[in-house]
């Protein structure tokens, strides 16, 4: 039996019945549709809307706007088992969901009214924009202004990479309301189609093709003054609290990629003779299975603890960054290791392995690098 | 106008899996796979779920067999969008064969109202294809089986089943019980909402006795058939060779194909 089978022992009943569901769906459709999309560089809209019926757009958010109200765990085991098929979908899903973090959280429940509720049901995904051309793992340095006229914010400025910006009904937008720094930004909702706002370019990536990654403009676009989240000057905390969240999607979307990374090799080298026998049959190609299954246990373990730390309501930020670093490095090795197990057929598009390992790449640099994952764990064990 | 409408499921071996029989009493190892709800009775849970959108009513269903798997193969059509369970759990009735279970199904489904009895014409394990029209006998109802495209209207239930020309189009009159073919439709998945409403759905327990069973029909000991041998299938290929001596290898392999009904 292979270890994410017996993990199956440790979840509640209901949890099983939804792991077995999402598994249904990711083999009996998702994972064929996501190389036709991929292909076509497409956004899977009806897909999007398919996780809308299933009730999986709002599982881990208040049932008082609609959510499912599980645990984040329950949410993220959903998550990795879309991206044991479909990566780019589990990220989509993964970003709306920052965006809804931000909104339940910081949102006063006029706003949560009029968009949560909305947003949990999947009728309106959103997206998070954060990142401009010049700033990145600098975000708290972004230079998109918000300025008040009238009851309103004119909001000017780029942003950068931004998933399904131009496809998501609603943005979790940071912009600058006053001086420098994190304390200068705000958060605010912005629909799509606002007057000045403007999905100007999609990015041509070396992976997840299927998640459109925008650059965005704003020229004036208003933005009413009840749609910003939280106070003036709050926007960063709201950033980096719903980043924190979203770390733990990625370092979930990162074991599912690895686990269909070692599926696919523990596949192939089953069926590959060389020499006369199975290549599984060979140490060689044993150990460098055994680490890979020994990494993706590992990285799920971590990640399933730092959820379990959020769900007690606990400080989890630390171990949300290690489990992001450690996750998505889990990812890049492990589809590494089964491009080497596939050999010359690793490196072709027959094989669904070289997208895996092109995927992985990502995962190491969204949602914060892995560079600023070890200078948030640094900082927090020096003493101060 | 309301329909009530009972779906007879059953839990059989994952597909995929790899089956075992018990030595001792050759019957299916079931604790030893993972077991699923049986695709063609999910198959009749999607109909019957059409039909209850389309006339509005009440969908139960109703499954026999031990605790866990049973109640999950309940719980699974449950949170699909059924309405509630029976769950008919006896250990007298193990071993039962085909004729066995129908009579026991039949024992429940005299015990409630149902304008129609649903089940998969096969279960994707035994495939006797027996249960539907034997709980049609033991209830002296009409049976449609192998069929599609089930409607009602006015006491009246019609149906397709396809031959190899095209479709019959029966009708019945109400109650009947229904076999619905395997790839009837296309079953959904149960949403998340819907796995989460199923638990708190109405579960009713019922034993042989309670159903008014006669313990001497059903078991192993009340079965009419018997397994007396079971081995594994040779999985040894069948293989021709086509030759060209004469020049017509092109007609063999065509005459091979005809036969064989790939083209």
């Known amino acids: 039996m292979a270890s994410p089978e017996r993990l199956m022992h440790l979840l509640s009943e209901d949890e099983r019945a939804l792991r077995k569901m999402v598994r249904e769906l990711v083999d009996g459709e998702l994972r064929k549709l996501s190389t036709e999309y991929e292909e076509r560089a497409e956004d899977p809209k009806q897909s999007y809307q398919k996780l809308a019926e299933l009730g999986l757009a709002g599982i881990p958010f208040d049932p008082e706007y609609g959510g499912g109200g599980e645990r984040y765990l329950t949410y993220l085991m959903v998550i990795e088992e879309l991206a044991r098929g479909w990566l780019a979908l589990a990220i989509g899903l993964g970003v709306h969901t920052l965006a809804c973090d931000g909104l339940q959280r910081f949102g006063d429940s006029s706003l949560k009214e009029r968009y949560l509720a909305d947003m949990v049901s999947g009728r309106r995904f959103g997206a998070y924009a954060l990142s401009e051309p010049a700033s990145g793992s600098d975000a708290s340095s972004l230079s998109t202004k918000a300025t008040r006229s009238n009851g309103s914010y004119l909001v000017s400025g780029q942003k950068q990479f931004c998933t399904r910006g131009g496809e998501a009904d609603l943005l979790l937008l940071m912009a600058r309301t006053s001086g420098e720094g994190p304390r200068g930004i705000s958060a605010f909702i912005v629909e799509q189609g606002t007057e000045g706002f403007t999905p100007t370019k999609v990015e041509n990536k070396m992976g997840w093709r299927s998640s459109p990654t925008w650059e965005l403009v704003f020229e004036e676009c208003p933005v009413p003054e009840e749609n910003r989240i939280g106070n003036e000057g709050e926007g960063f905390k709201v950033a980096l609290s719903a980043l924190d969240a979203g770390r733990l999607g990625i370092a979930a979307c990162s074991i599912g990629l690895a686990q269909a990374a070692l599926e696919a090799s523990l596949r192939f080298a089953s069926e590959r003779e060389q020499f006369g026998s199975r290549i599984i049959d060979f140490q060689g190609i044993q150990f460098m299975l055994a680490d890979m299954a020994t990494q993706v246990e590992a990285g799920r373990a971590l990640y399933r603890h730092a959820a379990s730390l959020k769900d007690a309501g606990v400080d989890y930020s630390t171990e949300a960054s290690m489990a992001k670093l450690f996750c998505s490095d889990v990812a890049m090795k492990v589809t590494t290791d089964a491009v080497q197990i596939h050999g010359g057929y690793g490196y072709i598009e027959e094989y669904p392995v070289e997208r895996y390992m092109r995927e992985a790449k990502a995962l190491q640099i969204v949602e914060g690098t892995n560079q600023i994952q070890r200078m948030v764990i640094g900082r927090r064990l020096a003493p101060r | ?263």
């Not at chain 2, 019957?27 to 699923?36: A, F, G, P, Y």
């Not at chain 2, 059409?50 to 009440?58: C, F, R, T």
């Not at chain 2, 002296?140 to 089943?161: C, I, M, Q, W, Y």
């Not at chain 2, 008014?212 to 009340?222: H, N, P, Y």
């Open chain 2, 1 to 263: 106008m309301p329909l009530s409408i009972a779906v007879c499921v059953k839990r059989v071996p994952d597909t995929a899996a790899e089956k075992k029989l018990d030595d001792g009493d050759k019957t299916l190892d079931r604790d030893s796979v993972e077991s699923i709800l049986n695709p063609v009775d999910e198959m009749a849970v999607e109909e019957a779920l059409k039909l209850k959108e389309a006339n509005e009513g009440e969908v139960t269903i109703v499954c026999a067999g031990p605790e866990g798997a049973a109640q999950q193969a309940i719980r699974k059509a449950l949170s699909m969008g059924a309405d509630k369970g029976v769950h008919l759990k006896d250990d007298s009735l193990h071993g039962s064969d085909a004729q066995g279970i129908a009579y026991a199904l039949a024992q429940v489904l005299k015990k409630g109202e149902y304008d129609l009895i649903l089940c998969g014409a096969e279960s994707t394990d035994a495939r006797t294809n027996l249960v539907p029209p034997a709980i049609a006998e033991h209830l002296n109802l009409p049976n449609l089986n192998f069929v599609k495209n089930v409607e009602t209207s006015d006491g009246k239930v019609t149906a397709h089943r396809e031959t190899d020309k095209g479709h019959d189009v029966l009708e019945s009159s109400t109650p009947a019980v229904l076999g619905v073919v395997w790839g009837a439709n296309e079953p959904r998945y149960p949403s998340f909402k819907g796995i989460m409403a199923a638990k708190q759905k109405p579960l009713e327990t019922l034993s042989a006795a309670d159903a008014e069973i006669d313990a001497s029909k059903v078991g192993l000991d009340g079965s009419k058939t018997e397994v007396l041998e079971f081995g594994a299938r040779s999985t040894e290929r069948q293989k021709n060779v086509v030759d060209n001596k004469e020049g017509d290898a092109h007609v063999k392999l065509a005459d091979f194909l005809q036969q064989q009904k790939f083209i």
